[in-house]
């Protein structure tokens, strides 16, 4: 599974990341974390405004942190 936090770096992104990782370890899945941080990587997934969660290149959310409970969800329906 690869989880994506889309970015430029702010403390709301860090705390997506962090929520994200936190997920993972509840769900007992194995996952890669990449950053995307430069701006044409962000628009390539169409997002307006960030943090945004991509999941196994779905976006799950953009523009705020989704609770752990959600994003644990989102990852056991992979």
């Given at each position: 599974?690869?989880?994506?936090?889309?970015?430029?770096g702010c403390?709301?992104?860090?705390?997506?990341?962090?929520?994200?990782?936190?997920?993972?370890?509840?769900a007992?899945v194995?996952?890669?974390?990449?950053?995307v941080?430069?701006m044409?990587g962000?628009?390539?997934?169409d997002v307006?405004s960030?943090?945004?969660?991509?999941?196994?290149e779905a976006?799950k959310?953009?523009g705020?942190?989704p609770?752990?409970?959600?994003?644990?969800e989102?990852?056991?329906?992979v």
């Amino acid at each position: 599974m690869e989880i994506k936090i889309l970015g430029t770096g702010c403390p709301k992104c860090k705390r997506l990341e962090a929520v994200a990782r936190e997920a993972v370890e509840e769900a007992g899945v194995e996952a890669t974390f990449t950053k995307v941080q430069d701006m044409d990587g962000i628009m390539a997934y169409d997002v307006m405004s960030t943090p945004g969660l991509v999941i196994d290149e779905a976006v799950k959310s953009s523009g705020r942190i989704p609770r752990k409970e959600e994003i644990v969800e989102w990852i056991r329906a992979v």
